[in-house]
């Protein structure tokens, strides 16, 4: 082979490798994401979440929140399994983040997607508790990478996974997050606090209300509502009579119309319920359990909460993933 041939031969390798390379980056992470993109897609996802229900508040700012955790159960993978009872009332919310997608579909998977409309979510929420963008004390710092895969089927799946129950107390649902996400038990505290955004519907878990008066903002209410005694907690049956009972802790004080699960007041109180939901004990003579030092932390200062609610929530968001990549400044490709 003459001096000029090895060089063509050279040339048409690099080529080669060069178009080997781009298929790569085209069939595993769609295509380069930059922080452009990141903002203008935030934005869109910002604008829907913004829309008011004719109660005045935001539904898709906490449905956003929820779907990014019930994605990432089994391994973040913008499939949700609607038929599962535990995944009812989300529909409505991954209808209409699906529908925005579609306008970015060639630029992220949609498990990335759903990501980024958690953390938007989560922002905006803090925002709405009166906290500045971005501001370290009050916003959760959350920084998305993607490079999540869908599932083939995306954005719908038969597999089921498993959840949390409602109606058990700490011990469960400490274990379910150690062994699904990998959490320490004060993790688990925390990325729970996410119930102050947003409510229960009837038509949905069974339960029903609020946990805190305002369920746009995120901030650490969740957790001194549920310390403060003179709301009067009791447990209720939501479902009278109902085939499928569904207890849950109403405030009667007349202070505000909210509620607690098992599985939040749980948390502060050891509750020991029985195999129906239904509590061993009352809210004034309930033993405290073993999580209640950490309660009692976050119900002190939002600043301890939004610091460990924002590491949590990003450690989820990430859950079993083992390639994802910043968002980059300029575009290369
Ligand atoms: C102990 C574990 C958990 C249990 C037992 C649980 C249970 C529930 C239930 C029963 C509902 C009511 C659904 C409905 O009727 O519409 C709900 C709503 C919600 N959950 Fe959780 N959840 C847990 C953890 C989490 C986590 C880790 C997050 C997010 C990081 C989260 C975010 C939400 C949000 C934002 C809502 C309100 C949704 C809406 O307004 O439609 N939850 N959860």
């Not at 990014?68 to 599962?84: S, Y």
């Not at 004080?253 to 050891?270: C, E, K, P």
């Amino acid at each position: 082979m003459t001096r000029h041939q090895r060089l063509e031969f050279l040339i048409v390798k690099i080529m080669l490798a060069g178009l080997f390379f781009l298929g790569l980056v085209f069939h595993t992470s769609y295509c380069q994401l930059t922080i452009t993109d990141v903002n203008v897609i935030k934005g869109a996802i910002r604008q829907a979440i913004d829309a008011r229900a004719p109660d005045g508040f935001r539904p898709l700012l906490a449905g956003a929140v929820r779907l990014a955790f019930h994605d990432c159960v089994g391994g973040c993978d913008g499939c949700i399994n609607h038929n599962n009872a535990d995944n009812a009332g989300l529909k409505v919310y991954s209808d209409q983040l699906d529908a925005i997608y579609t306008n970015y579909s060639n630029k992220l998977s949609r498990a990335d997607f759903y990501a980024l409309a958690g953390i938007t979510a989560v922002e905006r929420g803090a925002e709405l508790a009166g906290c500045p963008p971005g501001e370290r004390q009050c916003s959760p710092q959350i920084t998305f990478r993607y490079g999540r895969v869908d599932c083939p089927t995306s954005p719908n799946t038969n597999i089921v996974q498993a959840f949390p129950d409602a109606h058990r107390g700490v011990g469960d649902q400490v274990s379910f997050f150690s062994r699904e996400f990998e959490f320490t038990e004060r993790e688990t505290i925390a990325i729970v606090g996410a119930h102050t955004l947003g409510r229960a519907h009837t038509g949905a878990s069974g339960f029903d209300g609020r946990w805190v008066s305002n369920p746009d903002a995120l901030d650490h209410t969740f957790y001194r509502f549920m310390m403060e005694g003179d709301r009067l907690w009791a447990q209720v049956d939501n479902t009278p009579g109902g085939t499928s009972r569904r207890y849950q802790w109403e405030a009667n004080a007349g202070l505000d119309d909210v509620m607690m699960l098992n599985a939040d007041i749980g948390m502060f109180l050891d509750i020991q319920p029985d195999a129906e939901g239904v509590a061993s004990c009352g809210y004034f003579d309930c033993p405290l359990s073993s999580t209640e030092g950490i309660v009692a932390e976050y119900a002190q200062s939002n600043p301890v909460w939004i610091a460990d609610f924002g590491a949590a929530f990003n450690k989820m968001i990430e859950n079993k993933q083992n390639a994802l990549v910043e968002p980059s400044a300029v575009l290369f490709m």
